[in-house]
Every structure is written in structure tokens, then in C-alpha cells.
């Protein structure tokens, strides 16, 4: 039996969840190895029954969006992309998770995908970690000593940038 269906077997609750932060780390850890496409599928329903964002967020911070990633990039059977599109929809993805696992250029991609229902899902996503994007610029852009006044506009005639 392979390393991943023991530890499922092992470790999941009776609704198929994972219930501590330690546990989510391993299966994370795990993902690196081969996968078939039913270990990626039981993963993926393992995820999903998990409902604390506390531990998922444990699951996002312990590189297993990477894994994520490269199963984005491999060759998914019909109705693999959704799945785990159903997947990323649930998870607590946070800017820095993505940025650390290239992620969102996958997901760009997919935009372009064959199954239009794929490509809708894909920019969706791609919107919502935007909205991240721009509600965590906003606070940084004050902190960075914007006062939030604009500058005057030129007076009406002038041509050239005013000089230092």
C-alpha cells in the first residue's frame, strides 16, 4: 500500500477530515511523492470534509499548494481540473502561499482551458486572490506615508511639468 493511503487510512476522522495541524503538515509533506490519480482524488476529498480554517491554513503554509500546482500541470483525467478547482475554491489561500508556489500563473492559465466551465472557475478565482491583492496593497500604500491628499491639478495653460 502506498505512504498516502496508509496515513488516510490511518488519520482521517469517520467524515474524512484530518483533525490537527500536525496532520496536515505530514499529508502536505506526502504529497511530494508519485500519486495516482485516485490518491490525488481521496486528498482532495480529505481536504474538502476539513472545515477549520486553522488547519487548513496549516495545509496552504506547508507548501501544499505547490503539490496543488504540479497536479494543475499533469495530465488530469475529465473532471480532475474541476476537483481540484473545488479544492483551491475552499482553501485559505493567502498572497504569500501563492507567490511561493507560482499558483496563480497556473491558474491564469487555465483560463484557457478547453471546458469553458473550467475557464469561468479559473477567473473567478483569479478574482477573488485580486480582491486579497488589492484589500492587502490598500493598508501597506497608507502605511508607506500616503496622506490620501491629491496633488493639485495644473493650472490651465501650462505645458510644461513644473520644475524642482
Same mark, same amino acid.
Given at each position: 500500500?502506498?505512504?498516502?493511503?496508509?496515513?488516510?487510512?490511518?488519520?482521517?476522522?469517520?467524515?474524512?477530515?484530518?483533525?490537527?495541524?500536525?496532520?496536515?503538515?505530514?499529508?502536505?509533506?506526502?504529497?511530494?511523492?508519485?500519486?495516482?490519480?485516485?490518491?490525488?482524488?481521496?486528498?482532495?476529498?480529505?481536504?474538502?470534509?476539513?472545515?477549520?480554517?486553522?488547519?487548513?491554513?496549516?495545509?496552504?503554509?506547508?507548501?501544499?499548494?505547490?503539490?496543488?500546482?504540479?497536479?494543475?500541470?499533469?495530465?488530469?483525467?475529465? $473532471?480532475?481540473?474541476? %476537483?481540484?478547482?473545488? !479544492? #483551491?475554491?475552499?482553501?485559505?489561500?493567502?498572497?504569500? +502561499?501563492? @507567490? &511561493?508556489?507560482?499558483?496563480?500563473?497556473?491558474?491564469?492559465?487555465?483560463?484557457?482551458?478547453?471546458?469553458? $466551465?473550467?475557464?469561468? %472557475?479559473?477567473?473567478? !478565482? #483569479?478574482?477573488?486572490?485580486?480582491?486579497?491583492?488589492? +484589500?492587502? @496593497? &490598500?493598508?501597506?500604500?497608507?502605511?508607506?506615508?500616503?496622506?490620501?491628499?491629491?496633488?493639485?491639478?495644473?493650472?490651465?495653460?501650462?505645458?510644461?511639468?513644473?520644475?524642482?
Amino acid at each position: 500500500m502506498s505512504p498516502i493511503l496508509e496515513f488516510l487510512g490511518r488519520e482521517t476522522a469517520d467524515d474524512d477530515s484530518l483533525s490537527t495541524g500536525d496532520k496536515l503538515r505530514t499529508l502536505a509533506a506526502l504529497l511530494t511523492n508519485e500519486m495516482s490519480t485516485t490518491e490525488r482524488e481521496l486528498v482532495v476529498v480529505t481536504l474538502l470534509a476539513t472545515k477549520q480554517k486553522a488547519l487548513l491554513d496549516v495545509f496552504v503554509n506547508s507548501k501544499g499548494l505547490k503539490a496543488v500546482d504540479a497536479w494543475l500541470g499533469s495530465d488530469l483525467p475529465p $473532471g480532475g481540473v474541476a %476537483r481540484v478547482l473545488d !479544492l #483551491l475554491e475552499h482553501l485559505p489561500v493567502t498572497l504569500s +502561499a501563492l @507567490a &511561493a508556489s507560482g499558483l496563480g500563473k497556473t491558474i491564469n492559465r487555465l483560463r484557457k482551458h478547453a471546458d469553458v $466551465g473550467v475557464q469561468g %472557475r479559473s477567473g473567478e !478565482l #483569479l478574482k477573488r486572490w485580486k480582491s486579497l491583492a488589492a +484589500a492587502g @496593497a &490598500a493598508p501597506a500604500a497608507a502605511d508607506a506615508g500616503s496622506s490620501g491628499v491629491k496633488r493639485p491639478a495644473p493650472t490651465a495653460g501650462a505645458s510644461e511639468p513644473p520644475t524642482k
